[in-house]
């Protein structure tokens, strides 16, 4: 079906509703790219045709003295209310005037997919959340310093030599501590590893914490390393930028290294990859509107993402 051009704001409002993809930049807070985003959809709205001024009632009697003043405010060659006038009341859409929620907040220092449900799609973007979808990260570690926070913004608290450190190394302690993870999560089930009952709790789906205050790790593994700095990827559930830095930290540790993490992106979260995330330069109204009719088709092409059996770990 071709796409028709619409210069009504009234129609694109009533449209302007789903989950929405953004590129969050490190170093922004979540709620600043929602305010931001907020702010360009009104811009937007506001540039484009408003609806008509709203009509007097041909028979309303001139309120005042009959000034000239009186005059200009009813408008009486055309018929128009001027205190409907955006002059007088102020731009048409504000930002109070949409809804907007996060499917699942970023860190400050953590770039990447951030999405949010807009209008409508809050009843999606609750969906999302509760669901507990997998997110995929790409944490870069800085091998040989150590900070306070275990992230770049603080002070250098411990130097280490980091020499003696390969990528066999640092890919054997990836697969042990991802073994480790998957064993934790069978053993909370009360379920033996070796058995049946844990191969068909397996086929049932992803192992799911009954809360979203448990991490829980189902991958990671080694992409990259350019000493000093090591690139891992992992795939997690109720993950934090300070559960992940802490994660780098404790693994250079079992390294005989110190290391802190320099950079945290997020890749992808569930079907939802960066490389259609909106990037800064395209929050604005038609990048927005063309955003929400992508990610309505990745909803559509996946419905277990809004509708799916849950298999939760026992309290």
Not at 87 to 103: F, N, Q
Not at 118 to 126: D, H, R, Y
Not at 142 to 163: K, Q
Request: charged share 25%; net charge positive; hydrophobic share 35%.
């Amino acid at each position: 079906m071709a796409l028709t051009k619409v210069y009504d704001a009234v129609t694109v409002f009533k449209h302007l509703n789903g989950i929405l993809n953004v590129y969050k930049p490190a170093g922004m807070k979540a709620k600043h790219v929602r305010n931001a985003i907020l702010s360009n959809i009104c811009k937007g709205l506001n540039e484009m045709k408003q609806r008509e001024l709203r009509k007097l009632p041909k028979d309303t009697p001139l309120l005042g003295t009959g000034t000239a003043a009186d005059s200009v405010l009813h408008n009486i060659a055309n018929n128009e209310d001027l205190s409907d006038n955006i002059l007088s009341v102020g731009p048409r859409y504000l930002p109070r005037d949409i809804r907007c929620a996060t499917v699942s907040s970023l860190g400050d220092h953590t770039s990447g997919v951030l999405l949010f449900g807009i209008n409508k799609g809050i009843g999606q973007s609750g969906c999302l959340r509760k669901n507990q979808l997998v997110r995929v990260y790409h944490i870069t570690g800085c091998m040989g310093t150590a900070t306070e926070n275990h992230l770049p913004d603080s002070h250098v608290t411990v130097r280490s030599n980091y020499r003696h450190v390969s990528a066999d190394r640092i890919s054997g302690l990836a697969a042990s501590m991802q073994a480790s993870h998957q064993r934790k999560m069978f053993e909370l089930c009360g379920v033996d590893l070796q058995t049946q009952e844990a191969y068909e709790l397996a086929c049932k789906g992803l192992i799911r914490p009954s809360d979203d205050s448990q991490p829980v790790i189902y991958g990671i593994k080694l992409i990259r390393l350019e000493g000093p700095y090591f690139t891992l990827e992992l795939h997690g559930i109720n993950e934090t930028q300070e559960y992940l830095a802490a994660l780098v930290h404790d693994m250079a540790l079992e390294l005989r290294t110190v290391a802190h993490c320099s950079q945290l992106r997020c890749v992808r979260h569930a079907h939802f990859d960066v490389r259609d995330s909106l990037l800064r330069h395209g929050w604005h109204l038609p990048g927005i509107m063309k955003n929400l009719r992508q990610q309505r088709d990745i909803l559509r092409e996946h419905p277990e993402l809004l509708r799916q059996e849950r298999v939760e770990l026992h309290a």
